[in-house]
């Protein structure tokens, strides 16, 4: 977890809400973010070795904004 909100950090992407889940991964959801930092943020976490198991961005109505459900973590 603390990978995840360092990275978050580090892209100024504001996480929403991180659940635990079974074998050591972790439910992340980011509510309104730039594009691009959401798009570094995924890119250093898989970077660094940590397994994407499922990701799913929405659009929102502001230009270059979106929202941000992803698990990753735990086995590949």
């Given at each position: 977890?603390q990978q995840i909100?360092?990275?978050?950090?580090?892209?100024?992407?504001?996480?929403?809400?991180?659940?635990?889940?079974?074998?050591?991964?972790?439910?992340?959801?980011?509510?309104?973010?730039?594009?691009?930092?959401?798009?570094?943020?995924?890119?250093?976490?898989?970077?660094?070795?940590?397994?994407?198991?499922?990701?799913?961005?929405?659009?929102?109505?502001?230009?270059?904004?979106?929202?941000?459900?992803?698990?990753?973590?735990?086995?590949?």
């Amino acid at each position: 977890q603390q990978q995840i909100t360092s990275a978050a950090r580090q892209y100024t992407v504001a996480i929403s809400r991180i659940e635990p889940q079974s074998g050591g991964r972790y439910a992340v959801q980011v509510s309104n973010s730039d594009y691009n930092n959401i798009v570094r943020f995924i890119d250093a976490l898989v970077a660094s070795g940590m397994p994407l198991h499922t990701v799913s961005m929405s659009r929102l109505d502001v230009p270059g904004k979106v929202s941000l459900r992803v698990v990753l973590g735990g086995e590949a």
